[in-house]
């Protein structure tokens, strides 16, 4: 099937430049997609939007180029809760994949053991209202309740300003609870304002809840470029994702999300996001916890 992406859609960057910084032996990249390709798996009709292709060799050849030694790729609404294009790229992976998936309280058991076989880890839940359309809490604590005893865990993705109406519900999740982008906190707002403090006392209170410190191309207003005499690109986001990595740094994953979904201003050079890593997480310690013994710990022991 021929898909047309959408108006707007910027396309990934097919040559990032290499980073200066080196990552760990073992690193993983535990946050990025693959999108189709189109033709072979097709977009999901209740998508709400229409991504270019991003094939799993695309994705294998980045990690290549990053340094990087494992994926994690996490089921992308654009594909619903049709998790081939997902599957198929952790069996091409030789291992060096896991994966998250989205499914509906329809999955079978035996369904959900294939794809343990395949290397999935987890579910993911989405609560970003441009994204998806809403899904029942209780079809969603049934899912978590069924996932749960495969030693699964569960990813979350929503806005800052939800986190309040959404706390006794992630809270009650049996199992390790995943947060995509820090909760997309606002960073025009004090990193120790009211806002980010509610997440940071989200993770302080809930020893399951970890964070993922990825997207500072999302969540920036200053963006990608550094200025004269400023260390980092994206460096508004600079002081909440160094604050989560000290504050909890055995909870903390971080991952490219390339292909990068949903970006209308600028398209990030994924070289020049792991040059943001030691910006955030700047001990060698810290950096090994960060990109090597946490997703080690989570998704292949
Ligand atoms: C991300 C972010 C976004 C998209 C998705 O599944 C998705 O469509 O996650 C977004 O638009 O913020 O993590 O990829």
Redesign the pocket.
């Known amino acids: 099937m021929e898909f047309t992406k959408t108006p707007g859609w910027l396309d990934w960057y097919a040559e990032p430049c290499n980073p200066k910084f080196k990552v760990p032996p073992g690193s993983v990249d535990a946050?990025c997609?693959v999108f189709g390709p189109g033709r072979l798996f097709p977009f999901a009709p209740e998508r709400k939007?229409t991504p270019c292709d991003a094939s799993k060799e695309q994705l294998f050849a980045l990690r290549d180029h990053l340094g990087f030694d494992r994926n994690v790729i996490?089921?992308?609404?654009?594909h619903g809760a049709d998790n081939r294009a997902l599957i198929d790229a952790l069996k091409s992976s030789n291992g060096k994949a896991r994966g998250v998936v989205t499914v509906r309280r329809s999955v079978t058991d035996a369904e959900l053991r294939e794809m343990h076989e395949a290397g999935v880890r987890g579910v993911r839940f989405?609560f970003?209202k441009?994204?998806v359309d809403f899904t029942p809490k209780d079809e969603l604590m049934e899912i978590a309740a069924r996932i749960a005893p495969l030693g699964w865990h569960v990813v979350i993705?929503f806005e800052a300003v939800d986190l309040p109406e959404l706390w006794d519900f992630f809270t009650s999740l049996p199992t390790t609870v995943v947060v995509?982008?820090m909760g997309r906190p606002d960073v025009t707002k004090p990193v120790d304002g009211p806002e980010f403090e509610l997440f940071l006392k989200f993770m302080r209170e809930h020893p399951k809840v970890w964070s993922k410190v990825s997207?500072p191309e999302?969540l920036s207003v200053t963006g990608p470029r550094a200025l004269d005499g400023e260390q980092a690109a994206y460096r508004d986001v600079v002081p909440f994702a160094k604050k989560v990595v000290d504050t909890f740094p055995d909870r903390v994953l971080w991952g490219t999300?390339w292909p990068?979904?949903?970006l209308k201003d600028h398209m990030p050079d994924d070289g020049l996001l792991v040059d943001f890593i030691p910006h955030i997480s700047t001990t060698p310690e810290l950096q090994r916890k960060l990109l090597v013994d946490n997703p080690t710990r989570l998704y292949w022991s």
Not at 74 to 78: D, S
């Open positions: 946050h997609h939007y996490v089921q992308a609404t654009c989405n970003v441009r994204l993705y995509d982008h997207c999302r999300d990068h979904p949903n």
